[in-house]
T-cell receptor, first 114, second 105 residues
Framework: EAGVAQSPRYKIIEKRQSVAFWCNPI?????LYWYQQILGQGPKLLIQ????????DSQLPKDRFSAERLKGVDSTLKIQPAKLEDSAVYLC????????????FGSGTQLSVL | GQSLEQPSEVTAVEGAIVQINCTYQ??????LSWYQQHDGGAPTFLSY????GLEETGRFSSFLSRSDSYGYLLLQELQMKDSASYFC??????FGTGTKLQVIP
């Protein structure tokens, strides 16, 4: 079966610019997660979707970050405006439902903010 | 809140056994998961412990003691390809600080 697809793989922008990341989860997976992973640290949950609804966005910096999953399938994460400290790998993960302990991760988007 | 602490680095010899520890403080506990991540790669699920005791999956085993707020991942018959970072996680929400395992010949 196809895995979690993410694009782009790499992105370099200047601070105060905007950027968007795309994720297509495994077919049939109802739950989708976005994580931020700073170099040398574990992934940090930004937002969790169940179908097209938000389950948890308590750690999402809502003044600059936004995410949507309009049709309950693929998802977009946006940063506007970007700051230097946003440089990280942005990982998308999916699971069949919100109670599944096994997450399937994509390869991530590596963002560098200059 | 939740926090999970791990040793930052571990070095072990090919063919040996290594244990990676995880201590946690959580407001609500729903078990402990383990993930492997090679440099530049995606985290890959290894195991999940909901209850106390040992779970075995091939060369990898994971242990949980809820009374001690402690768990570990045990890797046996180490191979060079096991060199990677390993994360414990309070499932789905909070990941540990990560342990970088280096396997040497």
């Amino acid at each position: 079966e196809a895995g979690v697809a993410q694009s782009p793989r790499y992105k370099i922008i200047e601070k105060r610019q905007s950027v968007a990341f795309w994720c297509n989860p495994i077919s049939g997976h109802a739950t989708l997660y976005w994580y931020q992973q700073i170099l040398g640290q574990g992934p940090k949950l930004l937002i969790q979707f169940q179908n097209n609804g938000v389950v948890d966005d308590s750690q999402l910096p809502k003044d600059r970050f936004s995410a949507e999953r309009l049709k309950g399938v693929d998802s977009t994460l946006k940063i506007q405006p970007a700051k230097l400290e946003d440089s990280a790998v942005y990982l998308c993960a999916s699971s069949p439902d919100g109670t599944s302990e096994k997450l399937f991760f994509g390869s991530g988007t590596q963002l560098s903010v200059l | 809140g939740q926090s999970l602490e791990q040793p930052s680095e571990v070095t072990a010899v090919e063919g040996a056994i290594v244990q990676i520890n995880c201590t946690y403080q959580t407001s609500g506990f729903y078990g402990l998961s383990w993930y492997q991540q090679h440099d530049g790669g995606a985290p890959t699920f290894l195991s999940y412990n909901a209850l106390d005791g040992l779970e075995e999956t091939g060369r990898f085993s994971s242990f949980l003691s809820r009374s001690d707020s402690y768990g570990y991942l045990l890797l046996q018959e180490l191979q060079m390809k096991d060199s990677a970072s390993y994360f414990c996680a309070a499932p789905r929400v909070t990941f540990g600080t990560g342990t970088k395992l280096q396997v040497i010949p």
